[in-house]
């Protein structure tokens, strides 16, 4: 009924950048909050940073001043800008959205399917 779909991983070097992308699709009547985790080998997963529908944005310590989270709302769409990536920022990230659907009338909340972020020192 719906897919979130990330897009945006990859290797990188230090210092370097990557965005991330995830889209939703499917019988989507509505996306509250999104947001995107990540979990390192041997880890637990952990928020990165997290958006609201009206874009209020709340981020981990880590990610303060050097990730950005937005969204387009027409696309059902967020976004994770990661910049000055360092070594530890390696894990898979997670996309997540709370959605309710047109069939059903609550919320459930969604993941995707995790797309590998990897930076060399």
């Known amino acids: 009924q719906v897919q979130l779909v990330e897009s945006g991983g990859g290797l990188v070097q230090a210092g370097g950048s990557l965005k991330l992308s995830c889209a939703a699709s499917?019988?989507?009547?509505?996306?509250?909050?999104m947001g995107w985790y990540r979990q390192a080998p041997g880890k637990q997963r952990e928020l990165v940073a997290a958006i609201t529908s009206g874009g209020s944005t709340n981020y981990a310590d880590s990610a303060k001043g050097r990730f950005t989270i937005s969204r387009d709302n027409a696309k059902n769409t967020v976004y994770l800008q990661m910049n000055s990536l360092k070594p530890e920022d390696t894990a898979v990230y997670y996309c997540?959205?709370?959605?309710?659907?047109?069939?059903?009338?609550?919320?459930?909340?969604?993941w995707g399917q995790g797309t590998q972020v990897t930076v060399s020192s």
């Open positions: 997540n959205a709370d959605i309710t659907l047109t069939t059903m009338p609550w919320r459930s909340n969604y």
């Open positions: 499917g019988s989507i009547r509505s996306i509250n909050a």
